[in-house]
């Protein structure tokens, strides 16, 4: 495992736990995403130098292979004319190609291997990014909603709830009906009253009348006696 591969698993776990204790996890999760932009960026920028670096290389190990072969030529040319010595000088600079092949040819393997290295920490470092942007999207969304909603229930708070509609308006029913009746005892009262006047009345109007007859038949029968 590279050194930017541990310095990028140290990063997650340092959020995870970060989140866990956040009141703000999308600004925290945007601090994230800002250092991992800035780490592609740097990735990107190595990953040119180290393809740079690898092309030169591969260009050492195809001129180097290029010479020992047609060191190799020269040397059989040299020998079939009859230059030994030729073929000896040929012979020298060919196997210091072939050193030259060998010691480049190892470079650039290590190198195309880092390469491939880098490339792949590279890959993840983007799916990372945009695996983490992605949920930054949904937690923008779910702390919008849960903002929305808190300014709903301070408007709930400060204007009331539909639910107190209902009540209200009991209470004011059971006033009105109150009232009604407290109206309509004093009708009732007010019509008896009347009534009793009507009966009291009549009874007078027949005492008065039995007590007229009386007074007249006590005048016929002192008629009479004289």
């Not at 310095?7 to 009141?23: C, F």
């Not at 969304?141 to 709830?161: D, I, K, P, V």
């Not at 007010?190 to 006590?218: D, F, P």
Request: glycine share 4%; net charge neutral.
């Amino acid at each position: 495992m590279s050194v930017f591969r541990r310095m990028r698993d140290i990063t997650v776990a340092n959020l995870n736990e970060r989140l866990e204790q956040s009141q703000d996890p999308v600004k925290l999760i945007d601090q994230f995403l800002h250092s991992t932009r800035e780490e592609i960026g740097e990735a990107e920028r190595l990953y040119q130098q180290y393809a740079s670096h690898t092309k030169q290389l591969q260009q050492q190990v195809n001129q180097a292979t290029a010479m020992r072969n047609k060191r190799e030529e020269q040397a059989l040319l040299a020998l079939k004319a009859g230059e030994d010595h030729l073929a000896k000088l040929a012979l020298q600079e060919k196997i210091i190609h072939e050193e030259k092949l060998e010691q480049y040819s190892g470079l650039l393997e290590t190198s195309q291997q880092s390469l491939f290295d880098l490339e792949s920490q590279l890959n993840e470092l983007k799916i990372e990014y945009q695996t983490v942007y992605s949920k930054r999207q949904y937690y923008a969304a779910r702390m919008e909603s849960l903002r929305l909603q808190q300014r709903m229930n301070q408007r709930a708070g400060a204007y009331g709830n539909a639910g107190d509609v209902p009540k209200m308006f009991g209470r004011l029913e059971d006033k009105m009906t109150d009232w009604e009746l407290e109206a309509k005892s004093l009708r009732d009262l007010r019509r008896m009253g009347q009534e009793y006047a009507v009966q009291a009345g009549e009874t007078v109007a027949t005492v008065l009348e039995r007590e007229m007859a009386r007074l007249k038949e006590k005048l016929n029968n002192d008629g009479r006696k004289e």
